[in-house]
């Protein structure tokens, strides 16, 4: 019995170096999401394929803009989950979107063409964004302010060491197999990560009662807050700088480099090592100097992504690409998250969350069409994705004006 009780020692000790010193509800929530978070990861790793997917059915750039486009739907409708919070409790709401949207990508494995895929995507990504609010609202009930951004980093890092393990399997298993036998099983697997989020304690309840919500109210208290609608502006620029090349790299990856779903499942892997120390990087950055500098790195690391896909010749110029969207991507989700807690008022937080989704929802679902547009008007494929990284860096003097502020 020495043995397990040292190993259990170590791993609390561990733990606390990772977390720092919790309470013992918030080091049980914790747990329980980071084995969420494992469980996630695979049906993550998964939908990262699908523009890929949808290419090799042979949909277009444009169609892949509308893929990127419809992503967004959730976003865009993000304010309809206050009014959903005033019958249900976050939790639960967070928890039944998550399973039915997860759900539909077993469903996508009967998909016979392009627009079937489109369609159940939409509700996949619908329903997996729109409860956006009510997660960011549990997340500042369950978890400290002064620890959240390294919790959430160890939590994410869970996601993202299954993500570094299921990325090439996930590409080989789609050369292999199919998407007809990869995509239910990366659904249950999602479904069963929102099953164990049930098990959260939630412990406290903000203020700011979604009960006596109004959308008029939101909006004036929004707008008042000068900081909050600087730093979205910055949030805008840069969505359309990054998605307006992101509808054009299946088509180098695929068309113009060849590259197979094994192949890119090995520079997924890069990916997700950078990913995941992104979460340690970014974690501890947002605790020692703020979320908007961790946005201000990440707006940065952006470019290289683009400019990778703009001059690349062979597969491995991709490295440098894949290496900057891990950490874009680990940056994105817990600095975005944090700077919107920061920058609002403690008792609105989930009208700040809602109009931050909301913001990012719009640009998503219009961005995409840009860097396709332009291709349609004759400008080079280059010019485009360079034109794309000077927008991420012009976003960055926005992000830096609102830290400031």
Avoid at 229 to 250: D, E, I, M
Avoid at 292 to 309: D, G, H, K, N, W
Wanted: net charge positive.
């Amino acid at each position: 019995m020495a043995f397990p009780v040292q190993l259990a020692s170590s791993l609390r000790r561990f733990e606390t170096q990772l977390a720092g010193p919790l309470e013992d509800d918030v080091r049980r929530n914790m747990r329980v999401e980071i084995i969420s978070a494992v469980a996630y990861g695979v049906f993550m790793a998964t939908i990262l394929f699908v523009p890929a997917v949808l290419t090799r059915m042979g949909g277009t750039p444009a169609l892949v803009s509308i893929y990127v486009s419809l992503s967004y739907t959730g976003h865009i409708l993000s304010s309809v989950s206050l009014l959903i919070m005033r019958q249900v409790s976050p939790k639960t709401f967070a928890v039944t979107g998550w399973t039915l949207g997860r759900a539909a990508l077993a469903v996508m494995a009967f998909a016979t063409g392009t627009t079937s895929l489109l369609a159940l995507a939409m509700v996949l990504w619908l329903l997996e964004i729109l409860p956006g609010p009510a997660y960011t609202r549990i997340l500042q009930s369950i978890y400290p302010l002064a620890h959240r951004g390294k919790i959430m980093a160890l939590v994410r890092f869970g996601m993202a060491l299954t993500i570094l393990v299921a990325t090439p399997l996930i590409g080989l298993g789609l050369d292999q197999l199919g998407y007809q036998a990869v995509f239910p099983i990366a659904s249950a697997l999602g479904v069963a990560s929102a099953l164990v989020f049930l098990k959260m304690r939630i412990v406290s309840n903000p203020g700011g009662a979604s009960a006596g919500y109004s959308s008029l109210d939101a909006l004036r208290r929004v707008m008042r807050n000068r900081r909050f609608l600087t730093y979205q502006l910055g949030v805008v620029l840069f969505g359309f700088g990054a998605l307006a090349a992101n509808p054009l790299y299946p088509d180098v990856q695929i068309n113009r480099l060849g590259l197979s779903y094994t192949d890119l499942g090995l520079l997924g892997l890069a990916q997700s090592v950078s990913w995941l120390i992104g979460y340690f990087l970014w974690g501890r950055i947002i605790d020692r100097y703020g979320a908007l500098r961790c946005v201000m790195f990440t707006f940065v690391i952006q470019a290289i992504a683009p400019l990778s896909y703009a001059f690349a010749t062979a597969g491995w110029m991709l490295l440098p690409a894949f290496i900057a969207i891990g950490l874009v991507g680990a940056g994105g989700d817990i600095g975005f998250m944090t700077a919107c807690l920061e920058l609002s008022e403690p008792e609105h937080t989930q009208e700040y969350a809602a109009t931050q989704s909301t913001v990012i929802g719009l640009r998503g679902f219009i961005a995409p069409f840009l860097g396709v547009g332009l291709l349609g008007l004759g400008v080079p494929q280059a010019v485009v994705l360079v034109c794309s990284a000077g927008m991420v860096l012009a976003a960055t003097l926005l992000a830096d004006r609102a830290r400031r502020m």
